[in-house]
């Protein structure tokens, strides 16, 4: 079997690094420090933000989540006040909750955009995942994160990326039913992202945001889910239900985590369907499993199909068993690489298979076979067709040994495996047949002979390793594009034999 390798070689700071501020831009051409990122207002290029981060003493890192406020009111309000930028219980609920690795990115009106260029530079600056990241709005402020959120999409789509996001908006368009679709924003560049709208239900859309651009994000291919709470509730869906249900990063959504909530979700039809609790729950981390493959390059979405990509194996999967895996992966709490290793074979004619060995998924496009490693059984054939030719050349070198009389010894340079053979006695004409065996027969065993043991050693070694780790290198699933390497150990000396 061609084995699924990891496919990537990521370089991350260790845990407890901390960037620079000072080498950045544009964080540092306003004189701001890692030290004073954490609880702080700042005015950069004449913009206010506010930048929460619930624990400093770890630093910021590769494990470190963003989660992006651009303008507006409520959790994002930079107006004037006591205490401008002042964070709002969004943060302080991340903090709460124990979530330590998270940064909030918090913009006043007018600057949307710019807290993804933030972003982006301290990811670069502490090998953070830039993809690991949620836009949230709450009231006017919806459309201006949307904004924000299609902007991402549309670079990252420009730069030929299939980059997916998480949007949540806390009862958004507050004051009428307004559009959150606007200022050149597009659903098509939703497709398999993933958006949760949240507020006072009515048939299951989510405040007062416009039913048509819901419909259109799904449609669109967008995942939507929708979560329904009291009457006559606004700022509390920001304040005390989203941090409740761990709203604020991708990985500790948990939407038990306040009561009396319903749920529903928006097929591509644009219909609305009232879920479970439990099913929600599913449909959160199926959702977030299809972020993390999207966005780690496993897993694209092109003329019509999915494709799962591992090393240099393309396997179209269909919408249900890719929605297993997306689930499974997600709640496995594993590197995508490891997961598909533990959970995942492949078979001669390319399928990937389950670990009940049921076909999920078909090869697409072709390997390159000059790189595909051979099987345990593949170097058994060749060990069992190099014996072969060995053997086959003994027996024609001891019938020359046998005539009789013939009971002087080769005096050097003898294969070990013809040493035992007799050779001609002095006094005969022999140079033909002497300089035929030691120039070919001779040669041509020794090196056949080197090559058997060569052959043999690696059988053995890969034997040994193959049942210390079985389920990594599962010798009878590696690959059809392995049958070149069993038709060259097939006839592999035939010709010598």
Same mark, same amino acid.
Request: hydrophobic fraction near 35%; include cysteine.
């Given at each position: 079997m061609y084995y699924l390798k990891k496919i990537k070689n990521l370089l991350y700071?260790?845990?407890?690094?901390?960037?620079?501020?000072?080498?950045?831009?544009?964080?540092?051409?306003?004189?701001?420090?890692?030290?004073?990122?954490?609880?702080?207002?700042?005015?950069?290029?004449?913009?206010?933000?506010?930048?929460?981060?619930?624990?400093i003493g770890s630093g910021l890192n590769r494990n470190t989540s963003?989660?992006?406020?651009?303008?507006?009111?409520g959790t994002t309000q930079m107006s004037s006040g006591s205490s401008p930028g002042s964070p709002k219980n969004v943060v302080n609920g991340a903090n709460r909750n124990g979530d330590s690795d998270i940064l909030?990115?918090?913009?006043?009106? &007018?600057?949307? @955009?710019?807290?993804?260029?933030?972003? !982006?530079?301290i990811a670069a600056a502490t090998g953070a995942d830039r993809t690991d990241r949620i836009y949230m709005g709450h009231s006017a402020s919806g459309f201006q994160v949307t904004t924000a959120a299609n902007n991402f999409l549309q670079s990252e789509r420009d730069a030929g990326k299939e980059t997916k996001t998480m949007l949540v908006l806390n009862d958004p368009t507050y004051g009428g039913v307004d559009p959150i679709l606007r200022d050149g924003s597009k659903a098509e560049n939703f497709e398999d992202s993933y958006v949760v709208s949240m507020g006072p239900i009515g048939l299951g859309y989510s405040g007062k945001i416009k039913k048509d651009?819901?419909?259109?994000?799904?449609?669109?291919?967008?995942?939507?889910?929708?979560?329904? &709470?009291?009457? @006559?509730?606004?700022?509390?869906?920001? !304040?005390r239900v989203s941090p409740a249900l761990g709203l604020y990063s991708q990985h500790t959504v948990n939407l038990a985590g306040f009561k009396g909530l319903t749920f529903w979700t928006v097929d591509s039809n644009g219909k609305p369907t009232k879920i479970s609790l439990e099913e929600a729950q599913t449909y959160n981390d199926a959702s977030v499993g299809r972020l993390d493959m999207f966005n780690q390059g496993f897993l694209s979405h092109a003329t019509g199909e999915y494709v799962i990509t591992s090393g240099e194996f393309s396997f179209a999967i269909s919408d249900e068993e890719l929605e297993k895996m997306t689930l499974n992966f997600e709640r496995s709490g594993e590197s995508f690489e490891d997961y598909l290793l533990k959970n995942y074979t492949v078979d001669r004619e390319g399928n990937l298979l389950d670990q009940e060995g049921n076909i999920v998924g078909t090869t697409r496009g072709t390997p390159n076979n000059d790189n595909v490693p051979p099987t345990l059984a593949e170097v058994g054939k060749a060990c069992d067709a190099l014996l072969a030719s060995l053997n086959s050349i003994g027996k024609h070198m001891e019938s020359f040994g046998n005539i009789k009389g013939?009971?002087?010894?080769?005096?050097?340079?003898?294969?070990?495996?013809?040493?035992?053979?007799?050779?001609?006695?002095?006094?005969?004409?022999?140079?033909?047949?002497?300089?035929?065996?030691?120039?070919?027969?001779?040669?041509?065993?020794?090196?056949?002979?080197?090559?058997?043991?060569?052959t043999a050693n690696l059988y053995s070694t890969m034997a040994q390793v193959e049942n210390a780790a079985s389920s990594y290198y599962p010798s009878s699933t590696y690959s059809n594009a392995g049958n070149s390497a069993n038709s060259n150990a097939g006839n592999f000396a035939s010709d010598v034999i």
């Open positions: 700071l260790s845990k407890g690094s901390v960037i620079d501020m000072a080498t950045a831009t544009p964080l540092a051409s306003n004189d701001i420090s890692i030290d004073s990122i954490n609880h702080r207002y700042f005015s950069i290029d004449g913009k206010n933000y506010f930048f929460e981060y619930t624990d963003f989660c992006i406020l651009e303008g507006g009111t909030f990115v918090n913009s006043a009106t &007018g600057t949307t @955009g710019l807290c993804g260029d933030i972003v !982006d530079e651009n819901i419909t259109s994000l799904a449609q669109a291919g967008a995942r939507i889910l929708l979560i329904g &709470g009291p009457n @006559g509730w606004h700022t509390e869906y920001n !304040d013939l009971n002087n010894r080769p005096k050097e340079n003898m294969s070990d495996y013809l040493s035992g053979m007799n050779a001609f006695p002095s006094g005969i004409n022999s140079s033909g047949l002497q300089t035929c065996m030691e120039d070919c027969v001779n040669s041509l065993g020794k090196n056949l002979e080197a090559a058997y043991n060569a």
